[in-house]
């Protein structure tokens, strides 16, 4: 992924050594990754809220922090960082025939308020990736202790396919600034639609697990927290006299499946938490371009609020419904940033759609809003659907929902021992 991305900065001046930037962020997220499932939940256990919050606490730290680290490296220009970096173009300094990404040096503090706006629009828009996670694991009824390791492996694809994603849209910018007039566009058409539009699809619609349960054998029950399996009878279990400790039976004799495995429900939770996170993505990753077309900085800030999202979803699950404000506060912060983007790269192109109608115009000028105003507008947003939530009566907020019709909750527990097909 690093590799890519360095590709798109190819030719320019310090790009050698940027490369070693991507390494290095890439060897840190496999780190941190790695310490996570293979030290601290190498057992499968329910995480609970104290757990929950320690973690979130420590992910928000590490994000912040690496925004230190961002002003430090960009400001001393450290492998490459800040010299010859894409940049969009201040408005006086556009003009016919001129470009709207323009490549120079950036300071530390340009840097850390981009990488900082950008890390809170992107946590902001995993909030609404939380609400339809909730309602994929109250349907296949995901035991707690097996929930962190489906978010887990979760994330990791969609790592993978964030990072694909901004690889391709910062090449696609680079060479068709108009495209950001179309990213603009989605982002307030999809802001109108999560507006009118209430609640969110029937996983079993969804068509990824309507394929995958044709062409790929299934089981309606769990065998511990693998993906797949090859019983054919649900596991029974016992205490282990020793270690006093649950632990699964052998099969019965002639019950395991001679050719092939099956999918059980972890696997097809799993499925449509990658295909959530892939929809999300094209949501978030327009978002993002809103702030900076660096690449450098679109993808640490995307894949720090990403890291932090399994704690999170924990973190949340027993008082998300108390934030009833959140979601329209959500769908505000999507309208910005999508008139952001409209109001950044739409003038650049009025007098070429005023020519094609036989008009004619002085020349625009892009009107670019400041990185600052942006991060206090996402955070003033966010403090405020919070503080609503919080002061309004509960009569009231009865009321919205009886008319609204209350969102997917968290606060639906599912109990270990429950099978998939019991909420069916």
């Known amino acids: ?103 120079g040096d950036v300071s530390g503090v340009e840097a850390a308020q981009q990488y900082l706006t950008g890390y809170v629009v992107e946590k902001s828009l995993a909030i609404d990736n939380i609400f339809v996670i909730s309602l994929i694991f109250a349907y296949f009824a995901i035991p707690g202790k097996y929930q962190h390791r489906v978010l887990f492996w979760g994330i990791l694809g969609a790592l993978v396919m964030r990072g694909t994603m901004i690889f391709l849209g910062a090449a696609l910018i680079a060479r068709h600034q108009w495209v950001l007039m179309i990213f603009g566009g989605f982002l307030v058409l999809t802001a109108v639609k999560m507006a009118l539009i209430k609640g969110h699809d029937d996983p079993a619609q969804n068509l990824a697990v309507r394929l995958c349960k044709r062409f790929v054998p299934a089981v309606d029950f769990y065998d511990g927290q693998r993906f797949f399996t090859r019983r054919t009878l649900k596991p029974t279990y016992s205490i282990d006299p020793q270690t006093g400790r649950e632990r699964q039976d052998p099969a019965p004799p002639g019950s395991l499946r001679k050719r092939g495995w099956a999918a059980t429900p972890l696997f097809l939770a799993l499925l449509l938490v990658e295909v959530t996170d892939l929809v999300f993505a094209v949501d978030s990753i327009p978002a993002i371009f809103a702030i900076t077309p660096d690449p450098f900085i679109v993808l640490t800030s995307n894949v720090f609020a990403m890291l932090g999202l399994r704690s999170l979803y924990f973190c949340l699950a027993a008082m998300i419904r108390k934030f009833r404000y959140l979601k329209p506060a959500l769908i505000l912060i999507l309208a910005f940033v999508g008139v952001k983007l409209l109001l950044l790269a739409t003038p650049m192109y009025v007098d070429d759609i005023a020519g094609w109608f036989g008009a004619e115009v ?31 009566k509960p009569s009231d907020a009865r009321r919205a929902d009886k008319h609204a019709g209350s969102s997917p909750g968290l606060s639906e527990t599912v109990e270990p021992g429950q099978d998939a097909g019991a909420r069916r």
Do not use: C
């Open 362 to 392: 002085q020349e625009s000028k892009p009107i670019k809003i400041d990185t600052a105003i942006s991060l206090a507008g996402v955070l003033g947003t966010l403090l405020a659907a919070v503080l609503l939530s919080v002061l309004r």
């Open 1 to 103: 992924m690093d590799m890519l991305l360095f590709a798109a900065d190819a030719g320019v001046a310090g790009a050698h050594l940027k490369v070693w930037a991507y390494a290095g962020f890439l060897g840190l997220v496999v780190l941190f990754l790695a310490l996570d499932l293979g030290v601290f939940h190498r057992e499968a256990h329910e995480v609970s809220f104290k757990e929950a919050a320690g973690w979130t606490a420590v992910w928000l730290i590490l994000g912040l922090a690496f925004a230190g680290f961002v002003h430090l490296a960009y400001e001393g220009k450290w492998l490459g960082l800040g010299i010859d970096t894409p940049r969009y173009a201040a408005p006086d300094a556009n003009g016919a025939g001129t470009s709207l990404i323009t490549r």
